[in-house]
């Protein structure tokens, strides 16, 4: 037997515990499901993108659940308070955020810090401005944001693939060419293979750092963008969080923390089974709030359980079959 | 001018020292102490007592962190551990208690160290599902319901005093004392930061590398439940939606703002203990300056960037290169 992909693993535990949960509640296999999971879950898929390039260049970043509640409430403080118009308040915001991403980025490479620290650091930051912002909720009545979710494009079987859901699988598959198919990509992997043999390849170190936290503050500050879209308001206290969600995807997703090992298209099938756990605990809907975080944390297990038997598995057939090749 | 590395500790005590002068500028009577009771009072005793619940985290997560490994779970097994002990606290004697409470957390430190050591899933998230689960069993204790309870022996545990000073200080001690003594105290501290520099190495020298990570993952589990029924017997009530929430950060940033690295293979209990006291300093002081909460964070965050920059190696290396820049010039 070929040696099966860590990738392949993760897409069959997905469709396995897909298979699963549609024979439990056969609604669950219809395209008007599929596509509210897409929605639901579209700024965790567009942060994780980002992470996944963090964590595969050997570092990890904590402040984007912090830099998304930030973006919800300056837009809707610059949209609703400040009467700029929304292009300008997203481009704003953005700029912002890659200012934010490229500070952080260049603490870590000038003064050699752990980046888990300083992006900790990054995420009391950012949480705090946005208290100092606003400590309310602020509903978001801009046009285009009634505009962008009524838009949809519509599935066979009911499903509505919103614009939100199109901005996800945008970023993915923009990130997947990025990060598999360009220079950038490449040197991503190597940094996190061994930071000193890049740099004696030649490869700067330090702004590839700079770089890399920028995409990922961005993407954050876009995933903030789809959020409030997601919830028409900016609150202080949103994404709380959603740091440990979007590691757990990406590492789900085969990303491995060490650096080095990973890709987007694995990201987001672990984005794709952390929402189905979510959909499968909301079909059930008998739950108490207790017994909701226990079957998640069972469920997640179920799932890590199942891809590192899968894994140990086809590494152990693999051996045999090399065994009896020599 | 050159100023050379610090040595180990050095900027920790710096950090701490310069946040106590700040606290003292913001509070005038920072200093004050007076004996009532039995035990004495004021805010530098305040700063010990708050800051023991993240002081006894950081023991056992500067033991994990050392092995490479990292227990994002402490922060629930804090909240199963004080709702345990607050749902028998009335009906059983005070040994019973802590017995049952500790051996939750031993059993919550066996769970993630199993899956650590024997499942090998990385450590962040094999920990993250027992904090995503274990609030959810904390609940399931308590009922939902935020459970009170009246046991003076108990209460004692968070408002008592020993020799003048609060019980949870005392205890706090105590477990450094313990730990450094089992750790330091014999060839342990250094298996442990073998498994972490390399564990394959280890292994093929005849570290028992496994048992290593199990029993790392066990002690922290037990300081996490030990931190729980502190912060329970303090309030006299098991909150399981709120106790301990968010605090397996602060214990990280202890044990970093501590020295020791992330990527595990060295470690510093006292500097750990004194990460936790810098927090819990700053802390105090921002409550006292009595600015606006809303500054809280930004204060942290400031704090912890200066605390890591004073420590950071390149620092001195970039004053070298000042300096000799400097020199050039006529």
């Given at each position: ?19 699963l949960c ?38 990890i ?39 934010f ?87 991503v ?21 700079v ?94 359980g ?11 057939s ?9 | 001018?050159?100023?050379?590395l610090?040595r ?10 310069v ?43 500067v ?23 607050a ?40 920990t ?5 689960a ?20 108990l209460?004692?545990?968070?408002n ?16 450094l ?23 394959r ?99 942290k ?16 290396d970039?004053?070298g ?10």
């Amino acid at each position: 037997m070929k040696r099966l992909s860590p990738i392949a693993i993760t897409a069959l535990v997905l469709v396995a515990g897909f298979a699963l949960c549609a024979l439990q509640f056969p609604n669950i296999a219809s395209t008007r499901v599929v596509a509210n999971l897409l929605t639901d879950n579209a700024f965790l898929g567009i942060v994780a993108t980002g992470m996944t390039f963090v964590i595969i260049s050997g570092g990890i970043d904590l402040s984007v659940g912090s830099v998304i509640g930030f973006t919800t409430v300056f837009v809707a403080l610059a949209i609703e308070r400040w009467g700029i118009p929304p292009y300008l308040a997203f481009a704003m915001v953005l700029g912002l955020c890659a200012l934010f991403g490229a500070a952080m980025g260049s603490i870590i490479h000038i003064f050699d810090l752990p980046p888990f620290i300083v992006t900790l650091a990054g995420m009391f930051l950012a949480r705090g401005v946005s208290f100092l912002l606003s400590t309310e909720s602020i509903p978001i009545s801009a046009p285009i944001y009634s505009t962008v979710s009524d838009f949809a494009i519509r599935l066979p079987g009911g499903g509505r693939l919103t614009a939100i859901a199109i901005a996800m699988l945008v970023v993915l598959v923009a990130g997947a060419w990025l990060l598999h198919l360009t220079r950038f990509g490449a040197n991503v992997y190597a940094l996190g293979g061994s930071r000193a043999t890049t740099a004696l390849m030649g490869i700067p170190v330090g702004s590839m750092t700079v770089r890399i936290y920028m995409l990922s503050s961005v993407l954050a500050g876009l995933a903030g963008i789809v959020f409030s879209f997601y919830t028409a308001a900016g609150y202080s206290l949103s994404a709380v969080g959603v740091e440990l969600d979007t590691i757990a995807a990406v590492v789900i997703g085969g990303t491995l923390l060490t650096g080095g090992q990973g890709s987007v298209i694995g990201t987001f099938l672990g984005v794709l089974i952390q929402g189905m756990i979510q959909t499968y605990i909301n079909f059930d809907g008998t739950l108490s709030s207790w017994w909701t975080k226990i079957a998640t944390g069972v469920l997640l297990f179920a799932f890590i359980g199942l891809q590192q038997g899968l894994i140990a598995l086809s590494r152990r057939s693999a051996a045999k079959t090399a065994r009896a090749h020599a | 001018m050159t100023l050379r590395l610090p040595r180990r500790g050095l900027a920790q005590a710096l950090a701490l020292i310069v946040i106590l002068m700040v606290d003292r500028v913001v509070s005038p009577q920072f200093f004050n102490l007076h004996l009532q009771d039995g035990r004495l009072f004021g805010s530098v005793i305040d700063v010990l007592n708050r800051g023991t619940p993240v002081a006894l985290l950081s023991l056992g997560m500067v033991l994990v962190i050392a092995t490479g490994g990292i227990d994002l779970s402490v922060g629930a097994v804090m909240a199963i551990a004080g709702a345990t002990a607050a749902s028998l606290a009335d009906a059983h004697s005070l040994p019973v208690v802590l017995l049952a409470a500790l051996g939750v957390g031993l059993l919550c430190g066996l769970w993630n160290g199993i899956l650590v050591a024997v499942l090998r899933i990385q450590p962040i998230v094999a920990t993250l599902i027992l904090m995503v689960a274990g609030r959810g069993i904390a609940q399931l204790i308590t009922e939902g319901r935020i459970v009170t309870f009246t046991s003076p022996d108990l209460v004692w545990l968070g408002n008592g005093a020993v020799l003048g000073l609060p019980t949870p200080v005392a205890i706090a001690i105590g477990m450094l004392l313990l730990t450094a003594a089992v750790v330091r105290g014999s060839a342990l501290g250094l298996l442990i930061e073998a498994t972490g520099g390399n564990a394959r190495a280890s292994e093929l020298s005849g570290v028992g590398t496994r048992t290593m990570i199990l029993a790392v993952y066990v002690w922290c589990g037990i300081c996490a439940a030990l931190a729980g029924v502190i912060a329970a017997a303090d309030i006299m009530g098991a909150d399981a939606n709120n106790a301990g929430l968010w605090l397996e950060l602060d214990a990280i940033l202890a044990v970093v703002i501590g020295g020791t690295s992330l990527f595990g293979g060295r470690f510093s209990l006292v500097l750990a203990v004194a990460g936790a006291l810098i927090i819990q300093a700053m802390n105090t002081g921002i409550l006292l300056s009595g600015y606006p909460p809303e500054l809280n964070l930004l204060v942290k965050a400031v704090v912890v960037l200066a605390v890591l920059l004073v420590q950071s190696p390149r620092l001195s290396d970039l004053s070298g290169i000042m300096a000799r820049w400097r020199s050039k010039k006529p």
